[in-house]
């Protein structure tokens, strides 16, 4: 059986992402799933495998010779997207340069994936911070895949051991989720986590919906109905599509290890309602993906840790961890 060619993305230069691809491609368990290719600056991976003491890069691709290439490759490389100031910058500083760098490698493997020549994405960290300085506003990757590859509907699904949730609202402040949410949108989220988790755990799964206000607005005592009048008309069309889906559940009690043992997967109504739990249950193993994309799409859960960056200190887990998913999302 072949293995796919997966392209991933190297992140802010000035964050943990250089030195988690290093990890990746010398990890000898993603060698004999996949076969990865790190997006990316092979001068400023080199010097990040002399400060770091991590392995070098060994087959380095040019743009020009990407497109010749990809169909023949059989170990992990860097496709090398020259243009960067290795030298010239300070690691764990972020800047308009680095936010720059990042969001190209994301559009170059973006491209990669609609011409065919990769089967999935998986993505290193950017920052925001960065992102906006350089004059790019979108909230996070999910946007901007979603836009790039034209989906007509998205969401963003964390999957992990312990949980899988997926997101009606995503990068947004709290007063913005109420407007936001809709029994058209919820009932999107749950048809695409229910394909999703079907495809990954090979059955039909069952599905917890939370509601938003506390205590799932205990009929309305809290908020202003949005549980009878918007999340409940999501999960009936559901149920009435064949699907099994039960809620709106009060958010406090939805995360208990009795539920989780229960359900397949969750669908939140905002970032950190599932956020929170997910991260305090699986945070070097949750793999944070794009559900309605034309090619698989996953990243780390985590941020650019530029606190701990090129100090050899970041562990490579998550996006081990998410390559592997990519390569199982990629079987028909």
């Known amino acids: 059986m072949s293995r796919p060619i997966l392209a991933v993305t190297m992140g802010d230069p000035a964050g943990v992402g250089p030195e988690i691809c290093l990890q990746l491609l010398a990890n000898e368990e993603v060698r004999g799933l996949a076969v990865p290719v790190v997006f990316g600056d092979a001068r400023l991976l080199a010097r990040c495998a002399r400060q770091t003491g991590l392995p070098a890069p060994r087959r380095i691709l040019s743009e020009i010779e990407w497109p010749e290439k990809f169909g023949s490759l059989d170990e992990p490389a860097v496709l090398d997207l020259f243009g960067f100031d290795a030298d010239g910058f300070e690691p764990g500083r972020v800047s308009a340069r680095t936010g720059a760098a990042g969001f190209r490698y994301v559009n170059k493997a973006i491209e990669a994936a ?5 089967a999935a994405v998986a993505t290193a960290p950017l920052n925001k911070e ?11 990757h999910t946007e901007m895949f979603a836009e790039k590859m034209a989906a007509e ?29 809709s029994t058209r949108r919820i009932q999107d989220v749950i048809e695409l986590t229910h394909d999703a988790v079907r495809r990954v755990k090979g059955r039909a799964p069952r599905i917890a919906v939370c509601g938003l206000n506390p205590h799932a607005g205990e009929h309305g005592l809290f908020g202003r109905g949005e549980e009878e009048s918007v999340i409940a008309p999501a999960i009936t069309a559901a149920r009435a599509a064949g699907m099994q889906v039960e809620g709106p559940l009060p958010p406090d009690t939805a995360f208990i290890a009795a539920k989780r043992r229960a359900v397949d997967a969750y669908v939140c109504m905002y970032h950190d309602q599932a956020l929170i739990p997910l991260k305090a249950l699986a945070f070097d193993t949750a793999v944070n993906t794009t559900l309605g994309l034309p090619v698989p799409r996953t990243s780390v859960d985590h941020g650019t840790a530029c606190d701990i960056a ?13 390559v592997k998913l990519a390569a199982r999302m990629t079987v028909p």
């Open 153 to 181: 509907r998205s969401c963003m699904t964390f999957f992990s051991e312990e949980m899988i949730c997926s997101l009606v609202t995503v990068h947004i402040g709290y007063q913005d989720v109420v407007p936001a949410l």
């Open 114 to 118: 609609l011409a065919g020549q990769v």
């Open 310 to 322: 090129w100090q050899g200190r970041a562990s490579g887990r998550s996006l081990v961890e998410a």
């Open 130 to 140: 960065a992102l906006h300085a350089a004059g790019i506003t979108y909230p996070g």
